[in-house]
Every structure is written in C-alpha cells, then in structure tokens.
C-alpha cells in the first residue's frame, strides 16, 4: 500500500470534499462545529492524499461527490455519504437521516443536480483555502 496511505489515522473518519467550492468549504465548518465526539477528519478531493485515498477505494478520480471513508471499513459517495455523516453529529443533523427513506435513485439524482449547480450557486475559490491554526489538525495536509 501506498506510504501515505499507511499514515492515515485509523481511529478517525476520512471526509473527502470539494476544496474549491464555497458550499462544500461551509458545510466543512458545519460538521467541524457538530462533530463534539472529533470522529472525522478532512482532505480535499483536489489534494494529493485525496486523489490517493480515492484511487484506493476505486472512485473514478473525477468524482463530482463528497466522500466518506471509514478506514478498513466502507466508504460512502452522494447521499449516502452525506446521511452517515449527518446521523453522527449533535444538534438538528441527524435529523437529515430521513432523506434515507426515499429511493437512493431519487437520492443522487437529487445530489447529483445540486452538486452540477453549486459553483453557479455557491461560487467556486481559485485554490482549497488552507485551514486556520485552531482547525489545522483536523485536515489531511
């Protein structure tokens, strides 16, 4: 396996997000805030362990998609993704669990339109922002 790889934390789960989109950077700083039990950590798909992780699992490398990888376990894309993340925060999250009653087709055809749009919506960054120092430590660098 790839050393980097070898490197990642094992005890945490891995987000994957659109480093350049402001939506996606936003609901970063979300999950940062609801995530009291420190479960995740985060890499951009545009970084270089993000494209690794994601050669790793076997994603095409040109996912439009937020991705969740629990190490050794599973990893999740579109609305899957975003509802195991949710049901594991405090507050209103996981609530969103409720998405899971409807057909998974619906689902990413749903997250699928949303994430063609989010630029145009959004905006896009020319470049992934570099987290703060109180944050740092959560992301994949």
């Given at each position: ?21 402001h ?22 798909l ?13 994603v095409?490398p040109?996912?439009?998609s ?5 190490p ?12 195991n993340?949710?049901?594991?925060l ?6 969103l ?12 055809a ?10 145009k ?6 470049q ?5 120092a ?8």
């Amino acid at each position: 396996m790839n050393k980097i790889l070898d490197q990642l934390p094992k005890n945490k789960q891995i987000i994957l997000f659109d480093g350049v989109c402001h939506f996606c950077d936003q609901t970063v700083q979300k999950i940062i805030k609801a995530d009291v039990h420190n479960l995740f950590v985060f890499a951009s798909l545009q970084s270089e362990i993000g494209q690794q992780i994601v050669k790793y699992i076997g994603v095409k490398p040109n996912i439009d998609s937020i991705i969740l990888y629990q190490p050794n376990i599973a990893y999740y894309i579109e609305s899957d993704a975003a509802i195991n993340i949710a049901k594991q925060l405090k507050g209103f999250y996981p609530l969103l669990q409720i998405g899971s009653l409807f057909p998974k087709a619906l689902r990413n055809a749903a997250y699928r339109y949303f994430a063609k749009n989010r630029y145009k919506w959004f905006g896009k960054k020319e470049q992934c922002e570099i987290p703060s120092a109180e944050i740092r430590s959560k992301f994949l660098l």
